[in-house]
Nanobody, 122 residues
Framework: QVQLVESGGGSVQAGGSLRLSCAASGYTFSRGCMAWFRQAAGKERERVARIITDNGSIVYADSVKGRFTISQDNAKNTLYLQMNSLKPEDTALYFC???????????????WGQGTQVTVSA
């Protein structure tokens, strides 16, 4: 059974940094994709960053380019999201997702964590 468990959320002031982690069990990073999504109150879920394990291809949402960095540690089966220069509009529940298909990390991804809250105050 695949489980994704996020951690690292919290409350920070604008301009601060956080690093989110997503520990995977029952799932290996060797193929497919993993991604971070977020959902703010009253808004639709948005994909923040995605990495294709097969070739290392990474894409970011325009809203986080240059501030967020997605990475993975295959030995630890852990996905990370380093978030710098945080803004109040980054406040949301952040989820990690995984899919065994390289381009499957969209709203229909196969596996999801339960989320970790990030709150950024002005």
């Amino acid at each position: 059974q695949v489980q994704l468990v996020e951690s690292g959320g919290g409350s920070v002031q604008a301009g601060g940094s956080l690093r989110l982690s997503c520990a995977a069990s029952g799932y290996t990073f060797s193929r497919g994709c993993m991604a971070w999504f977020r959902q703010a109150a009253g808004k639709e879920r948005e994909r923040v960053a995605r990495i294709i394990t097969d070739n290392g291809s990474i894409v970011y949402a325009d809203s986080v380019k240059g501030r967020f960095t997605i990475s993975q540690d295959n030995a630890k089966n852990t996905l990370y999201l380093q978030m710098n220069s945080l803004k109040p509009e980054d406040t949301a529940l952040y989820f990690c997702a995984a899919d065994r298909r390289p381009y499957g990390c969209n709203s229909g991804a196969q596996y999801w964590g339960q989320g970790t809250q990030v709150t950024v105050s002005a």
